[in-house]
Each structure stands twice: as structure tokens, then as C-alpha cells.
């Protein structure tokens, strides 16, 4: 069995490599759900949504996000009426929020109908919101004091510098069910190339994650999402950087050191591997920019045969 | 000034012929919400849409509802996953329900909210909701005991036998603002063409509503929507018959007696015209199927000399 700790679109591309060299039903992915937030009444789970339409080969490849081949003519109605249309719905993707939301309505939880959803996709694998409670990422920026994290992401598009993160709810929030179980009994937990702040910080505060994953450390990998002192996608350097880490994979090994006991670096960072080794972290170098499915593929076999206790 | 009390479509075809013989800044139509809904979170406001749609020229002429040339896109998704589509949501009629709950959720009435998007579709007439509280019809069918009145109207097509019909939240709804006024001022009020039961209840179950009417019973002329025995759209006749009223102009003379001074009824049912007379309201035959906008017109200028006092 294998746990991924899993943000969004880094999370995603690894997972659909892992899917290619293991039995999905050997995989559960506990998913952020910090960056959840309600819009138009509608329940929008956008990591969950995120490495379930890249799974089910549905996602846009050009955005990164949101469905292939969507339309957008709910939001062009609701531009009409001046409406806040900053945060892109296409018609199809309403379709998962109008059923999640509707669920939820009925008295589900987060978990269950991620699980309805993702099996009505055919997902083999497991995935698994961090918690079924509130749980929202919020971020104070110079301009406006605290926001919400897609107020943040979408609305500013990160372009603002940004002082703290606060995971709203976490302390008492609980892990979903089966969280902490895969955690512990799987025999390999992957923290995915997310956002280490923002994607994989909010699954760390929710009571019971850390320890999980510090209990496991030495079958704990993570990939780090900075390559060449730069994040491929999203504001995770600038993040680090404006927070007091170093935007690097060293300033990556020093925030997982207590949680990982090794981490895969880009081969553009291969003079880093013994800085990275100074922290206390085994360091593997490999590709790891996840381009094609044959890379998601080559760096999911790398996860697998990597830190295996000798 | 000209006061409609309306329903959906046979009040939106009326209007729309009253657009055209008057001026839209002395039209005021109070407008159904008993059949309004919530659903998958959003809220949605059928008969006010109806308007709205028509009389910016933009409903669909086939099926009479939403909105012409719209697609279907987040429909086929929600069924993606076995999600409740019976209410069929058109993908830019989900604009209007988005921009619809967001401003609710931020705190405007429905009232703001209705004349936001009435000018935004560049309708120059004024558009109220009966009330800004709470509203629902629910209507006792034999199969399922209460049910709301969109699952009896959409879900089982108005196919199952109603023993009662109730308006929920009616006694505490007070009527929004300017509806008693547009009443008590108006130089003629109109009763729409609509189901008196289920369109034209809810609107004097409102407190202040039915009296106002009574007021100006001598200027206020009601439409019939049976012709001829017969509803022209929806279950008016078979509900009236089934809650213990004659399908026909008599019938709908007795319901509207103590309100409308005058009934317009159509050429089909000329010779009841005495039998509506007996019932101690003025009778008028006109051609009252409004099949095109010329004939909606034509109505309209009917109406509109139609029982002026003499």
C-alpha cells in the first residue's frame, strides 16, 4: 500500500504515474481541502477535483485545470449581471459542484461523496479528503490584511507578497476516516511535489497528520516542488521565501526533515544533494519535471525504489 | 400606472403584449415565489425567470421556459454521477441562479436582487416578488403525501391527483416592498392569465395582498387561463377540479369574484359569458390565446379597456 500526500496539479501528474506502475486499489491519496471554498452557494473542492479529473484523463492539459473541451457559458450569463466571475466555472466542472454540493446538503460527508465521485469517474485508486470538517487556508497579504486562499490564488493570481498562512478550523478538525490508518499501515507514504505551505501544510495541521507521518519518517518520501531555486507551477518559492525559508530544495529538506526521511530532487539541483543530505535527509536525484505521462511514470518509479530501509 | 399580479408563462406573454400598448415605466408586475426552490444550493426563481426571459426576448419559444439557444452542459455532468437532474438548469440559466444566490448569501433581498437582473436584460418595467420572506407552495399528492410544488409540477409532471394545496410561510411573509402600493395605486390592476391556484394563491395568501385587491375590486380585471375547459398550459384545470372548483370561466369567475370587478374570457367560452355575469362579475370575450406577440398585444389593449368604470 502506498499513501500520497497530495496537493493539486504536482500531486495529480505523480499520482497518474503511479497508476501506471501500481494497482491503483494499492493507492490512497489524502487530499488537501484547504483551498475548498463555498462560491455561489456551490461547494468547490478544487485539489480533489483537480487529481480526480487528471486521473480520469478528463483535465485540461493546457490549463491545468478544470475539464478538456469545457464550455463557459454559465460564467459569461453571470458576467452579465456583473456577477464575481474571478473564479472560473466551466459548465461540466458545475456539474461536480452542483452534485457535491447537493450531496452535502443531504447530510454526506466531504469523504463520501468524494468516493461517489471518483468512482463514478472509475478511479481505482482511494481518495481521501484530509478531514470531513471546515477546514480553509487563509492568508494575510500586505494589501488586504487576511483573505481567503482562492482570494489569494485566483483572484490576485498570488502576485501579492503574503506575510502568514493560517489553516482556519484545523485544530479542531478531524482526520477523515482512514487517513491515519493508511498513514500508518502503508508501506510507503509519498509527500507529493505540492505547495509545501499551502497544500501539504494544511493536511500537517490537521491533529494527528504530523505525528502520523513523523512515526513514519524513514518510509516517508517526498519530491520537492522546487526546481532550480523556482516552483513550476504556483507561488510556492515566493511563498517560501516571503515566510523565511530558503526557495530551494534545501529550504524543502529543512521544512519536511522532521517528516521525510528522504527527498527526491531535480537533476538541475544535483550540486544541492549534499545540502539537502546536511539537513539529515537521505537526497535521491532524478527528473522530476513531470511533463508526459512517461515522466509522471519514470518519477513514480523513483518514489517506489527510493529510501527503502536497507 | 398598470399593476399585474402574474404567475409564469400566460402572465409573461401578457406583459409582453402590455409592453408593447404602454409604457414599461408604468408597468408593475408582483410576481409569484411559491414555486421558488433551492437546489443543489442555488436559488432559483421560476415564474420570476419566466418573466424576465420573455420579456427580454430571450426564452426558449419551444419549450416556454429558460432560456433560447442554452446548453446543457452541467446537466449531463450532474448525471455523470447519478446527481438529481430532473430540474433541468441550462447552462446560462445557471448564470442567473449563481448571480441570484451569491447576492443573497451577501445579504440582498430578493427584490435587489430581481431588479438587478431585470436591468441588467434592459427591462424597463418593474418586477416584484410577492415578498421577500420565505414562500413555498406545497401541494398533497396522493402517492407521496406534502410535497414541494416543483417536485409535483417538474418532478411528476402535474400527473398525480392533489388533495391540498398550502402556502408555506405565508402567514409570517410580509409583502415586499411596494407591492400594497402598486395595488392601491394603480389605475388598473391586472390578474394574469396564470393558475389561480397555484400561481395567483400564494400572491393573496401574502397578508395585505388578497385585501388590497378587494380594494380595488372595480379596477381589477382578471384573465381567465381556462379556455374552453381546459388550462392552456399546466394542471390549472384538473386542480381546480380536484380541490372542488369547475374547470371552466364560471369556475374561475367564483374564485376571482370578490376580487375582479372584470374576467376576460375567450371567444371559445362566449356563451358562458351570462353564466359569468351570474356570478356578479363583468364578463368580456376576447381572443385571449396569446400565440404570437401581435395577439399578446391585442390582449393586452383589451385589458387595458376592459372595465373602466363608467
Given at each position: ?119 463514478a469517474w472509475g478511479l481505482g485508486l482511494r481518495l481521501l ?182
Open positions: 500500500m502506498i499513501t500520497v500526500l497530495a496537493g493539486g496539479v504536482g500531486a495529480a501528474r505523480l499520482l497518474a504515474g503511479l497508476i501506471q506502475v501500481v494497482d491503483p486499489a494499492e493507492l490512497t491519496a489524502v487530499v488537501n481541502t484547504g483551498d475548498d471554498l463555498v462560491l455561489h452557494g456551490l461547494e468547490i473542492s478544487p485539489d480533489l477535483d483537480t487529481v480526480t479529473y487528471t486521473l480520469a484523463g478528463a483535465i485540461d492539459p493546457e490549463r491545468g485545470w478544470g475539464l478538456a473541451g469545457e464550455s463557459w457559458q454559465a460564467m459569461e450569463s453571470l458576467r452579465r449581471f456583473g456577477g464575481d466571475a474571478w473564479f472560473n466555472l466551466g459548465d461540466r466542472d458545475l456539474g461536480t459542484h452542483l452534485y457535491r454540493t447537493t450531496r452535502r446538503r443531504e447530510g454526506a460527508t466531504l469523504s463520501e461523496v468524494t468516493a461517489e465521485i471518483t468512482a479528503p484530509v478531514t470531513d470538517d471546515p477546514l480553509q487556508t487563509r492568508v494575510t497579504v500586505e494589501t488586504d490584511g487576511e483573505i481567503g486562499f482562492q482570494e489569494y490564488f485566483v483572484q490576485r493570481q498570488h502576485s501579492v507578497a503574503v506575510s502568514a498562512v493560517r489553516f482556519d478550523g484545523a485544530a479542531t478538525a478531524a482526520p477523515a476516516a482512514g487517513v491515519l490508518d493508511a498513514i500508518a499501515s502503508s508501506g510507503r507514504v509519498v509527500i507529493a511535489p505540492s505547495n509545501p505551505i499551502v497544500s501539504i501544510g494544511p493536511l500537517l495541521a490537521v491533529p494527528g497528520v504530523r505525528d502520523a507521518v513523523v512515526a513514519r519518517r524513514d518510509d516517508v518520501v517526498a519530491v520537492s516542488p522546487i526546481v532550480a531555486g523556482a516552483a513550476l507551477k504556483g507561488p510556492a518559492d515566493r511563498l517560501m521565501t516571503e515566510l523565511g525559508h530558503e526557495a530551494s530544495v534545501v529550504g524543502v529538506a529543512r521544512i519536511y526533515a522532521e517528516l521525510a526521511g528522504t527527498l527526491i530532487i531535480d537533476e538541475a539541483d544535483a550540486e544541492l544533494a549534499d545540502a539537502v543530505e546536511a539537513e539529515g535527509v537521505r537526497c535521491v536525484v532524478a527528473p522530476t519535471i513531470m511533463s508526459s505521462p512517461q515522466r509522471s511514470a519514470a518519477l513514480a518509479r523513483v518514489v517506489l525504489e527510493s529510501g527503502v530501509r536497507s
